[in-house]
């Protein structure tokens, strides 16, 4: 296990029903290689995609039931991002 002596933890707000704090989100992705993790259903997908709208990856509504996310997602996957996130 590598030591990290300094980590610094930033926190982006984004709001996919107004499109809000993207392209924050975009600057702050350039040059680097980015994991994005959570639980089934809290949007990983959508943001993905309001990021990189090219990739259209699968997405449903919220639950009328639950009124939660539903998994859609069924394997990891690495993306590369048109604005040059990633090298």
């Known amino acids: 296990m590598k ?3 300094e980590l ?3 926190l982006c707000c984004h709001r996919q029903s107004q ?3 993207i392209e924050e989100l975009k600057e702050l992705l350039k040059g ?7 639980q089934s259903g809290v ?3 959508t943001l993905v995609n309001s990021i990189e709208s090219k990739l259209s990856l699968k997405t449903e509504e919220i639950s009328d039931f ?3 996310g539903q998994h859609t ?3 990891a996957e690495m993306h590369e991002l048109s604005f040059e ?3």
Do not use: D, M, W
């Open 3 to 5: 030591y990290i002596p």
């Open 66 to 68: 639950s009124g939660k």
């Open 19 to 21: 499109k809000i704090g």
């Open 85 to 87: 996130a990633a090298n």
């Open 32 to 38: 680097k290689t980015t994991l994005i993790a959570g």
């Open 8 to 10: 610094v933890i930033r």
């Open 73 to 75: 997602t069924t394997f």
């Open 43 to 45: 949007g990983k997908s």
